[in-house]
């Protein structure tokens, strides 16, 4: 991983894989399972200087990416690569990963977590999503005032039948783009021609 760091003509990151990929930001994938993740590792292990990068994001602490054929955001992956660098493996710290409540910046509400970095959002509104019960409610009421089928009102608010099927079935979140779209269909505002 060589991200940031000024190289001068010696140092070991001119000869690094990395450095040389189309896509460095292959090394930064936030998910130890993605696709992305697994390429970084794979041309990691060829690399001719995966040790000294290893080395290197241990001495620097570098917990952000993929260095040396290990993601180092995650613990088991952290310590594997102090044990593949002949390292003791760093020792857990007791309450590091405590569960934590905090309220979400955006809506509000009250939630836990076990992230120990600047967490501000619950995990739905970091993905854009907001409670379901609302737009549900609003959907059965367009429903009941009006005889449209949910499929009509899918319809209305330029949606898939199935959209409307899933919130009315099982969903706990829906996207916040669809439950405005949802929203705007109101009997009031509308005609029967539309």
Not at 30 to 40: D, M
Not at 150 to 158: F, L, P, T, V
Not at 165 to 173: A, F, I, K
Not at 180 to 193: G, H, I, K, N, S
Request: aromatic letters at 6%.
């Amino acid at each position: 991983m060589v991200g940031g760091v000024d190289q001068t003509a010696d140092d070991w990151r001119h000869r690094a894989a990395c450095g040389k990929h189309p896509n460095p930001d292959m090394w930064f994938s936030r998910n130890l399972h993605s696709a992305a993740t697994k390429e970084a590792k794979r041309i990691c292990w060829g690399c001719p200087v995966q040790r000294d990068c290893g080395d290197d994001a241990i001495r620097h602490n570098i917990r952000a990416g993929v260095a040396g054929g290990y993601h180092t955001r995650f613990a088991g992956e952290w310590a594997q690569l102090h044990i593949w660098l002949g390292r003791k493996p760093p020792e857990k710290q007791s309450g590091a990963h405590e569960p934590r409540s905090i309220v979400c910046a955006q809506c509000r509400s009250e939630f836990q977590t076990r992230r120990q970095n600047t967490v501000t959002r619950c995990p739905p509104c970091e993905q854009g999503l907001v409670d379901a019960a609302p737009v549900r409610k609003h959907v059965e009421r367009v429903h009941a005032e009006t005889g449209w089928s949910y499929r009509e009102i899918a319809q209305r608010a330029g949606l898939s039948k199935n959209v409307v099927g899933s919130l009315m079935t099982r969903q706990q979140y829906i996207n916040r783009k669809t439950a405005e779209l949802l929203r705007a269909v109101r009997p009031d505002l509308l005609t029967d021609a539309a």
